[in-house]
């Protein structure tokens, strides 16, 4: 069965103090990994598209990479505005392009 | 560019109620994509629309159905409701099999 992993759930940084959010999956094949960023009571915001093993994007202060076996999302001197649950979520190949998203991590910058 | 638009953004029925939600997709979007977020539950895909006809369903009850138009908007009906179907429904929009964009929410408050 297809699965999403995220951890942390949650995660306080200090403003400025660099970290990375995991985000480890099962899939019979993957045709994509997807990076969203949800505020509270909003719809989620789609950041990065991850096609395979080895690639990397980059915005702002974000940097997503890509293994076999898990992605992650690396944030660089976060800003309290970067506060938000950040949703990982993967595309099997001819699962009808349907997301199976984890459950989350919810980050806190602090000023 | 206008987003993914979903109306109404707040949704209040009684168990047992009929509820119909409404999507807008981004515009040159054929595909319509219908999730439920549950409290404390991540994003669990509904329903899959593309050009007119329902493409797949999540593990949902049939009393979750819904349509596709010519425009490509989408509406999302709920039979029959119950407690547990409180929840934020999504739509997101794509131009199939690429990334997906999400509207604001319908919170559906079943009591």
């Known amino acids: 069965e297809d699965q999403v992993t995220q951890s942390p759930e949650a995660l306080r940084l200090q403003e400025g103090e660099s970290s990375s959010l995991n985000c480890s999956y099962t899939v019979s094949g993957l045709r994509g990994l997807f990076w969203y960023r949800q505020d509270p009571g909003k719809g989620p915001e789609f950041l990065f598209t991850?096609?395979?093993a080895g690639e990397e994007k980059e915005k702002e202060r974000l940097k997503a990479t890509l293994t076999k076996k898990e992605s992650f999302l690396h944030i660089t001197a976060p800003k309290p505005e970067d506060s938000a649950t950040y949703l990982c979520a993967v595309q099997a190949v001819g699962s009808s392009y349907k997301l199976i998203f984890g459950s989350g991590t919810r980050l806190l910058v602090r000023p | 560019e206008a987003g993914v638009t979903q109306s109404p953004t707040h949704l209040i029925k009684t168990r047992g109620q009929q509820a119909t939600l409404r999507c807008s997709p981004i515009?040159?979007?054929?595909?319509v994509y219908w999730y439920q977020q549950a409290l404390g539950l991540g994003l669990q895909f509904l329903l899959w629309y593309d050009e007119g006809e329902e493409r797949n369903r999540g593990n949902f009850p049939p009393r979750f159905s819904g349509r596709q138009f010519p425009n490509y908007s989408s509406e999302l009906n709920v039979n029959a409701l119950e407690l547990e179907d409180s929840a934020l429904y999504l739509c997101?929009?794509?131009?199939?099999?690429?990334?997906?964009?999400f509207g604001p929410g319908t919170r559906l408050t079943v009591t």
């Open positions: 991850l096609y395979s």
């Open positions: 515009s040159g979007h054929t595909s």
């Open positions: 997101a929009s794509s131009l199939a099999g690429y990334e997906q964009y």
